[in-house]
Nanobody, 120 residues
Framework: QGPLVESGGGLVQAGDSLKLSCFVE????MGWFRQAPGKEREFVAA????????VHGDSVEGRFSISRDNAKNTVYLQMNDLKVEDTAVYYC?????????????????WGQGTQVTVSA
């Protein structure tokens, strides 16, 4: 296992919910990104070390929510009202500094990815 361990992906139907988890050793700003086949990597959400600052991508705003439980060394991505276009491999990433934000270059460690497939 690497420094980041993701879990929670799967196959769901449109309108369903799914919660991804990412175990991270140490206290870092964290983010979630996704990549669908044939598309560029897309920012999904980011959270600072304390968990009191978050930002979400435009395409998931209002449906997805990032959070963390530092006592459990885990960052979560709650995904509600899933759509077919949310189908992708989802990656958690460990950032630098206090808050890494939307930019992939601010993250230096990436998880192995977990597949989320949403059927119509």
């Amino acid at each position: 296992q690497g420094p980041l361990v993701e879990s929670g992906g799967g196959l769901v139907q449109a309108g369903d919910s799914l919660k991804l988890s990412c175990f991270v050793e140490g206290l870092y700003p964290m983010g979630w990104f996704r990549q669908a086949p044939g598309k560029e990597r897309e920012f999904v959400a980011a959270i600072n070390r304390n968990g009191d600052v978050t930002v979400h991508g435009d395409s998931v705003e209002g449906r997805f929510s990032i959070s963390r439980d530092n006592a459990k060394n885990t960052v979560y991505l709650q995904m509600n009202d899933l759509k077919v276009e949310d189908t992708a491999v989802y990656y958690c990433a460990r950032g630098r500094g206090r808050f890494a934000g939307r930019w992939a270059e601010n993250y230096d460690v990436w998880g192995q990815g977990t597949q989320v497939t949403v059927s119509a």
